[in-house]
Nanobody, 121 residues
Framework: GEAVESGGGLVQPGGSLNLSCKAS?????????MGWFRQNLGKERELVAS????????TYSDSVKGRFTISRDNTKATMYLQMRQLRPEDTAVYYC??????????????WGQGTQVTVSS
């Protein structure tokens, strides 16, 4: 695959998790705008955060703004998602994927396996 997500797990409400997305050596990660998406059973995939390749400009969905922080390290071809104050509604499979220049939608059809985040007491 082009990138591998990791760091998911089971956490109690109010807890924290840190996700990572490591790109393969063949993937031109440093030149791509990237985002974190999530999808829960029966729901559409949702873009929750995105980051530009150059300036590091970021965007967040209203549902995670103020709780999640997206970042990237181009030298390591890795993107991160720090998740705090987690809520049960944050439960989903989280995916990383290339996004458009407007940072508002996925670009391309190839998705990885994602990493499961479960928020439950």
């Amino acid at each position: 695959g082009e990138a591998v997500e990791s760091g998911g797990g089971l956490v109690q409400p109010g807890g924290s998790l840190n996700l990572s997305c490591k790109a393969s050596s063949e993937y031109p990660f440093s030149w791509y705008n990237m985002g974190w998406f999530r999808q829960n059973l029966g729901k559409e995939r949702e873009l929750v955060a995105s980051i530009s390749w150059g300036s590091g400009a970021t965007t967040y969905s209203d549902s995670v703004k103020g709780r999640f922080t997206i970042s990237r390290d181009n030298t390591k071809a890795t993107m991160y998602l720090q998740m705090r104050q987690l809520r049960p509604e944050d439960t989903a499979v989280y995916y990383c994927h290339r996004v458009t220049s407007e940072l508002d939608a996925a670009l391309g059809d190839s998705w990885g396996q994602g990493t499961q985040v479960t928020v439950s007491s």
